[in-house]
C-alpha cells in the first residue's frame, strides 16, 4: 500500500512538472507590472486629467463675465467627448503598429490588450492608455483660448471631435508610435511639445483667423472678469503638469525625478523673468502675466523634461519668456485675434521648447534620447526644426479644411448681436453670476 502511494505522488510530481519541460530551454516568464511603476503612471493620469479644470478656470477667468460658463464648458466638454473617442478609436490610430503616418485598428474598441505590460514598459497596457487619454482630452481644449467669446457650442464640438481624430492622433502616432516617422527621424519629444502644443497652438491661430475676431462692443472692453479664477487655474496647472512631464517616465525611477525637477525649475524661471521684462517694458508686474509667464515655462519644458539637465531648464524658462512675451506683444500689430493667447503661449512656446530640446538635450540625463546641440550634435537642432514644420503644417491645413467644411454646415460663429447678449444666455440659457 505504502508503495502504491509514493508511486502515485511520483506520477504527480512528473504531471506537474510537464509545463516546465514544455518551456523552450532559457525561455523568461511573461513579464509582470511593476507595482511602483503602475501606481505613478494612475497618479500622473489622474494629475494630468486634472489639468482640463484647471484650463477652464484659467481661461474663464480671463473672458468676460457673460461668457463664463460658456468657456468652462469648452474644457469639461473635452473631458467627455474625448474620454470616449480614445476608447473607442483614438488610442489605436495613435498607438496601434500601422503606417508611419497613422495607427492600424489593432485597438479598436480596447481589443488586444490583454498583455501583462506595455511593450518597453513595466505597467499594464490599460495603465499606458488611461494616461495617453488625458493628453488626448487636455489638447483640443487648448485650441478654445482662441476662439472664446463667439464660436458656437455645436460647431466646436464637431471640431474639436474631428480635429482629435485627423489631427491628434497622426501626430502623436507620428512622435511616440513604435512606427512614427518622426521618432525613427530621430525627433525627441518627451511629453507633448509637438503632439499636444505646436498642433493645438498653430491650429488655435488658424481657427481664429478663420471665424474672425470678436465684435467690438464699446460698452464692454473685453477685459479679463476674474483674474483669481485665472490665478487658481494657473496654480492647477502647474500642479497637474508634474503627472504630464514626470509621469511620462512611465515609472516611478530617476528620470521621473529629472522631469518633475526640470518641469519647476522652468515654470519658476519663466514667471520670475516675465515680471522682469513687464516691469522694465512697461513699469509694473501684473498678476495675468505672472501666470502666463509660468504656463509659458511650462509648456517649452514639456518636450525637454526628460532630456536635459535643471540648469538647462533654467535657459528654456527664461528664453520662452522672451519668445512668447515678444509674440503676444505683436499680436495687437498684426491684427489677430487670438483671444485668450492659446497660440502666443501653446504654439510659439511649444515650437521654442522643440527647438531648444536640439540644444540642450544630453544622453548622460537619457541614453534614450541624442546629444544636442551644444553636445556636439547640431544635426538634432535641424531634426527638431523639421519635426516642428511638418506638425505645423499639417495642422494648420487640416483645421482650415475641417473648419470650412464644418462651416458649411452649420454657422461657425455667434453674431454680434448674440456676442452682446454672451454665450451664457444665447447658448445655454444660463448665467455665471446672479448679483
Known amino acids: 500500500m505504502r508503495r502504491g502511494v509514493t508511486s502515485g505522488l511520483c506520477w504527480l510530481t512528473a504531471l506537474s512538472a510537464l509545463p516546465a519541460l514544455a518551456q523552450a530551454p532559457g525561455a523568461a516568464a511573461p513579464a509582470q507590472p511593476n507595482t511602483g511603476d503602475t501606481a505613478w503612471v494612475l497618479a500622473s493620469a489622474a494629475l494630468v486629467l486634472f489639468m482640463t479644470p484647471g484650463l477652464a478656470l484659467f481661461y ?8 463664463v460658463l460658456g468657456t468652462l464648458l469648452h474644457s469639461f ?11 473607442v478609436i483614438g488610442f489605436s490610430l495613435a498607438f496601434a503598429e500601422g503606417s508611419p503616418f497613422v495607427g492600424g485598428l489593432k485597438y479598436l474598441g480596447m481589443g488586444n490588450m490583454a498583455d501583462p505590460v ?34 458656437r457650442f455645436g460647431a466646436y464640438v464637431l471640431f474639436i471631435g474631428l480635429w482629435s481624430l485627423l489631427v491628434y492622433c497622426p501626430v502623436a502616432h507620428w512622435v511616440w ?20 502644443h505646436v498642433s493645438s497652438g498653430v491650429s488655435a491661430l488658424v481657427a481664429c483667423l478663420v471665424l474672425g475676431a470678436r465684435s467690438k462692443d464699446t460698452e464692454d472692453i473685453p477685459a479679463p472678469h476674474n483674474l483669481g479664477m485665472t490665478v487658481l487655474g494657473a496654480g492647477i496647472l502647474w500642479f497637474g503638469w508634474f503627472g504630464f512631464n514626470a509621469g511620462s517616465a512611465l515609472g516611478a525611477n530617476n528620470l521621473a525625478a529629472t522631469a518633475f525637477v526640470n518641469t519647476n525649475t522652468a515654470a519658476a524661471t519663466a514667471m ?13 508686474a501684473t498678476v495675468l502675466g505672472g501666470v502666463s509667464g509660468a504656463v509659458a515655462g511650462l509648456v517649452a519644458i514639456t518636450p525637454a523634461a526628460g532630456f536635459v539637465t535643471p540648469m538647462a531648464a533654467i535657459a528654456i524658462g527664461a528664453l520662452v519668456t522672451l519668445v512668447c512675451f515678444t509674440a503676444i506683444e505683436l499680436k495687437g500689430r498684426l491684427g489677430y485675434d487670438d483671444s485668450l493667447d492659446a497660440f502666443g503661449v501653446h504654439g510659439v512656446g511649444g515650437a521654442t521648447g522643440a527647438m531648444l530640446t536640439g540644444v540642450f538635450a544630453l544622453k548622460a540625463v537619457n541614453a534614450a534620447g541624442q546629444d544636442g546641440l551644444l553636445a556636439g550634435n547640431a544635426g538634432l537642432l535641424v531634426t527638431q526644426a523639421v519635426s516642428v514644420v511638418v506638425t505645423a503644417v499639417y495642422a ?40
Open 177 to 196: 508610435g513604435a512606427d512614427g516617422f518622426l521618432l525613427k527621424m530621430g525627433a525627441l519629444d518627451f511629453a507633448g511639445g509637438n503632439v499636444v
Open 118 to 151: 506595455w511593450t518597453g514598459t513595466s505597467i499594464p497596457p490599460m495603465a499606458f492608455m488611461i494616461y495617453q487619454a488625458m493628453f488626448a482630452v487636455i489638447t483640443p481644449a487648448l485650441i478654445s483660448g482662441a476662439v472664446a467669446e463667439r464660436m
Open 272 to 284: 520670475l523673468m516675465w515680471c522682469l521684462v513687464e516691469y522694465l517694458r512697461h513699469g509694473r
Open 60 to 67: 474663464a477667468g480671463m473672458v468676460r463675465r457673460k461668457n
Open 77 to 87: 466638454i473635452a473631458m467627455a467627448l474625448m474620454s470616449v473617442l480614445w476608447v
Open 396 to 435: 494648420a491645413v487640416v483645421t482650415f479644411i475641417l473648419l470650412k467644411v464644418i462651416g458649411a454646415l452649420t454657422p461657425l460663429k455667434l453674431s454680434a448681436e448674440e456676442q452682446s447678449d454672451g454665450m451664457d444666455m444665447v447658448l445655454h440659457n444660463e448665467v455665471g453670476y446672479r448679483l
